[in-house]
């Protein structure tokens, strides 16, 4: 808890002497993200907001494009961004992620996972109430943002939130991952994403939904 105040004010500080003067046209907006492990080396996928595409950048070894999608090969997070603010010159905005998709590897691999939870917990920018997903391979998930969905972050809260089961139960979120990673010393197991026919879905929705028919 001390911890998190005093990241919560270094946060605080920042966006009040230099984050805050950061016109929006400037900034990049990550919706979706998402984590994986591969290596010895975190595999990190950013889904942006549909924004006029950024051109004229330099693309560094470790970056890839694909549509809205920014990925990046780093040992911790401090890493990615580094490599990211290498070839890009728009500030990378936390405030507005609504989604968060693990990859199986990194669920996996508790220690690599749980250094990433921390990561995640002290980005007080980052809410809690994000909803987490996991994938087999989360980066062919985030190649769909911006081209057979649009928003690939609307589209995974939407397909939930749209469906008669959501008015009883609650998907998960990263509170409830922070929660049971201190409380219960145990790893919750996000919904699995999967590709069909190039449309992301949800298959446990399904099953819900043919068990409460049954």
């Not at 996928?45 to 330099?58: D, I, K, V």
């Not at 728009?90 to 749980?114: E, M, P, T």
């Not at 990263?174 to 201190?182: D, E, G, N």
């Amino acid at each position: 808890m001390k911890r998190r105040l005093i990241c919560i004010l270094i946060i605080a500080i920042l966006i009040l002497t230099g984050c805050a003067g950061v016109e929006p046209e400037h900034r990049a907006f990550p919706l979706v993200f998402s984590i994986d492990y591969l290596e010895n080396q975190y595999l990190v996928s950013f889904g942006m907001a549909n924004l006029p595409e950024q051109t004229g950048q330099q693309k560094s070894d470790s970056e890839a494009y694909t549509g809205l999608v920014r990925i990046y090969k780093g040992a911790n997070m401090d890493d990615v961004i580094r490599q990211y603010n290498k070839s890009q010159e728009y500030y990378l905005d936390w405030g507005h992620v609504q989604v968060v998709i693990f990859g199986s590897d990194i669920l996996k691999n508790q220690q690599a996972l749980q250094q990433m939870l921390g990561v995640l917990e002290d980005n007080v920018l980052i809410g809690e109430n994000a909803y987490v997903f996991s994938a087999e391979n989360p980066e062919d998930i985030m190649k769909v943002n911006g081209t057979s969905v649009e928003s690939l972050s609307n589209y995974l809260v939407g397909i939930y939130k749209n469906r008669p089961v959501s008015q009883e139960k609650k998907m998960l979120t990263l509170k409830q991952m922070f929660y049971a990673w201190h409380n219960e010393d145990k790893t919750l197991i996000p919904p699995e994403i999967v590709l069909e026919g190039g449309i992301p879905t949800i298959p446990s929705l399904v099953e819900e939904d043919n068990s409460q028919a049954e």
